[in-house]
């Protein structure tokens, strides 16, 4: 059974800091790209972040570049994202998924070009 499993967040206040952590199991995460998106309410999914199977490149979101990061340990089957200096407007459902291509070595931020997802974990930051 795939699955990507989220957890990590919570509601926190501007300022703070949280780590998102995505567990996969039920796949192969190695070769292939680890991406974070996020969807606040009546929006679309957008893109955070985006890491390649080799921890070469690395791709950030205008808006969290500074202050999210990033990371996966392949052989935990694992990629995180350290969150830091939260704003408001980091509220909203994060979402890891695994990039569709293997070895690929450019990274893409089109939510098209990653699948599967796993089922989201709720970060709300107050002001």
């Known amino acids: 059974q795939v699955q990507l499993v989220e957890s990590g967040g919570g509601l926190v206040q501007a300022g703070a800091s949280l780590r998102l952590s995505c567990a996969t199991s039920g796949l192969t995460m190695r070769p292939y790209a680890m991406g974070w998106f996020r969807q606040a309410p009546g929006k679309e999914r957008e893109f955070v972040a985006a890491?390649?199977?080799?921890?070469?490149?690395?791709l950030y979101a205008d808006s969290v570049k500074g202050r999210f990061t990033i990371s996966r340990d392949n052989a935990k089957n694992t990629v995180l994202l350290q969150m830091n200096s939260l704003k408001a407007e980091d509220t909203a459902v994060y979402y890891c998924a695994r990039g569709v291509y293997s070895y690929r070595v450019a990274l893409t931020s089109e939510p098209r070009d990653f699948g599967p997802w796993g089922q989201g974990t709720q970060v709300t930051v107050s002001a």
């Open positions: 890491i390649t199977w080799d921890s070469g490149r690395i």
